[in-house]
């Protein structure tokens, strides 16, 4: 049998082309080998604030932008988080093996709460949520970029606690599908390049979304921060905003970070930026061309009530067995 995949995107923002080498690419590469299910993870984006028009917007642009990237849904399904209720219901039955010591581990909640003044309780738990969208589907593989690293450990472990109270495979452990950092798995931010490049960024300047304007990619990369000196060349740790660049230059060209580095030997940030640029528009170009035809009412909705309708009983069987094991009891006609 092929394996399974599934991986979300949160409608918390415009997606990045962090968002894009981190995690989608790696989605359309997916489907030709494996039964995947691709989830726009609305209720993850509600940990924090939200204005209600934006997300409902923004949950349609993400499901257009999965197909505009290349997924199709006939290969993969294609589904909303909150249109599969299973999803907030095995959250709940998680958290109650979850141990509050596991959730202060970890690094991303530690930052985003660090950000904020008033703090849900929804983004101290929203690893659960994490989980339980996972193992409903018996997952055996997770495509993410490397900050998500942390919450799927936290999904093997729950399931695996699990397994071992009830002495059976309830759930699937998953393996991560991480590119390394020079393949994509951790994009930059363009004026703090120590930072991950996040589509809820509050300075836009740092960030190029998948619909960006051919000119505003270019004035963004023109206004790029670099490190001192003016060579090109791959050193993570002493270079790292050139190091970035490099780096989105070889995933839009194709070319390895070595040869990038000899075809600009000598010449300098300012050519190397202007190329940058023009390979980011055109790598784009596409995916912009097909999100406009998507942008025709109803035809994403349609692609979305097909993958709910595939989605849902895989769910529910998962959900309704862990349900029994915990000694819930059954409506007696379930
Ligand atoms: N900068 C990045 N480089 C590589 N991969 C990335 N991902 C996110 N940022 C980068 C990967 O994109 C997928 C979808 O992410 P998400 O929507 O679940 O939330 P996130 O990881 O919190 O992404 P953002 O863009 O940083 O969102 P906000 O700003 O809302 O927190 C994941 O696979 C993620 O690893």
Known sequence: MAKR?????????????G????????????????????????????????????????TLDVARLFVACGIDPNKATIFVQSHVPAHSEMSWLLECTTYVGELRRMTQYKDKAAKREVVTSGLFTYPVLMAAD????????????????????????????????????????????IPPKAAGGRIMNL?????????????????ITLL?????????????????????????????????????????SGKSLDEIRDEYAGVGYGQFK????ELVVETLRPIQAR?????????IEEVLAQGKKKAEPIAQET????????GLLPLCDS
Do not use: W
């Not at 055996?140 to 071992?164: F, M, S, T, Y």
């Not at 202007?274 to 640029?277: F, N, R, S, T, Y």
């Not at 999100?291 to 035809?299: D, K, Q, Y």
């Not at 959900?319 to 915990?326: C, G, P, S």
């Open 291 to 299: 999100f406009e035809e998507l942008s025709r009412p109803g035809v």
């Open 19 to 58: 968002n894009y080498f981190g995690a989608l690419r790696n989605f359309v590469r997916l489907q030709d080998e494996a039964e995947c299910f691709f989830c726009v993870v609305n209720l993850h984006a509600l940990t924090v604030p939200q204005d209600p028009q934006e997300l409902y917007q923004r």
């Open 5 to 17: 995949v599934f991986s979300g995107v949160q409608p918390s923002g415009s997606l990045t082309i």
């Open 319 to 326: 959900l309704k067995r862990f349900q029994r094991k915990l």
């Open 274 to 277: 202007k190329d940058l640029a």
């Open 212 to 252: 960006d304007p051919p000119d505003v990619i270019r004035q963004k990369i023109r206004s790029a921060v670099t490190d001192s000196g003016r060579e090109i060349y791959y050193d993570e740790e002493n270079k790292p905003a050139i190091s970035n660049l490099m780096v989105i230059y070889s995933l839009c």
């Open 134 to 177: 996972i193992l409903l589907y018996q997952t055996d593989e997770v495509p993410v970029g490397e900050d998500q690293k942390q919450h799927l450990e936290l999904a093997r472990d729950i399931a695996i606690r699990v397994n071992n109270r009830f002495d059976e495979q309830i759930f699937k452990v998953p393996e991560p599908y």
């Open 191 to 207: 004026q703090n390049p120590l930072e991950k490049m996040s589509k809820s960024a509050e300075n836009p300047k740092g960030i």
